[in-house]
Structures are given as C-alpha cells and as structure tokens.
C-alpha cells in the first residue's frame, strides 16, 4: 500500500513540474491584456493587423516580410529573413565594379595605341624628309643609283601599323561607349 501512495505523490509531483514548465514557457503572452490594435503599412500598403502588447507591438512575420519582399524561412525555431534585392544589388555592384574596371583597361590601351601612332608618325616624317633631301641630293649631283626603297618600305609599313592601331582605337571607343551605357 505504501508503494502506492508513494508512487503516486511521485507521479503527481513529477506531472505538476511538467505542467508547471510548460506553462511558464508558453504563458509569456497567455492571459495579456491587448492594449491595441494597429493598422501597419509597408511602403503605403497596409497589411494585417499587430497588436500592442504590454507596450510591444506583435505583428504576423510572415505577412510583413511578404509586403517587404523579404524571404522568409524558419529554421529550429529560428525566423530568418532575407532581402533578395539586397543581394541582387550586391551581385549588381560587383557586375559594375568589372565594367569599370573593362573600361578603364580599355582607356589604357587606346593611350598605348594613340602613343604608337604618334610615334609612327614621327617616323613618317623624319623618314620622308630622309627621301625628299636624298632625292634631292641625288637630282643636284646626278647620282643614278640611289636606292629608297628600304625607306619608302618603313614608311608605307608605319603608314599600315596607324590605319590597323586606329581601328584597335574605334573598336575600343566604341566598346568603352557600350559599356558605359550599361552603367547608366
């Protein structure tokens, strides 16, 4: 008889305790007087009620991080947002740190370009004036055997390097135009 009524003053306390627990861990809100109820917006759309409890206010998770365009996920116990559009920005940022990166390398090519044709035309010209005086010389002296051509040959080939390094600068102006319109 003793075993009895020992045990069950045991499984009453034990019951009790548990009871005891899990009221104090659920009851946070439970018998709360709701001071109000509040209308809230996000970006001039109203959702669903919150309510004001002890001075906080309670809203539904779910339909707020909705209107905001957040993502929601639960996880354990844990409520998770997160922005979308703050990571399409991120990836957005990056995207345009590598156009202005293209553009400044493409900046830098059309100088080395511009120098290499600025050079060439310097070859051009004291070049030509080589010919002109050495023609002329020959002419004054009738010299016969006066043989150009070496120089006439720098010339038409630093004359092919300006056309061909001009295209190079179009084709990256026009490229460095493109993407800038993409910054935009």
Sequence with gaps: MK????????????????AAVSYAATSGLIGKKVQGIITVSVNGKAVKDAVVIDGTTYAPVRSFSEAAGYALNIEGGTV????PTQESSEDQIVSELKIKDRIQTLQTMVKQYQLTIDTDNEIITQTQASIDNLTALSKQNDIPFLDLSASKKKVEDA???ITDLQKKIDAANAEITGLQDQLK
Aim: aromatic share 8%.
């Design 3 to 18: 075993k009895i009524i020992y045990s069950a003053l045991v499984s009453a306390l034990l019951f009790g305790s548990v």
């Design 159 to 161: 004359k092919a390097e």
């Design 80 to 83: 998770k947002l997160s922005n």
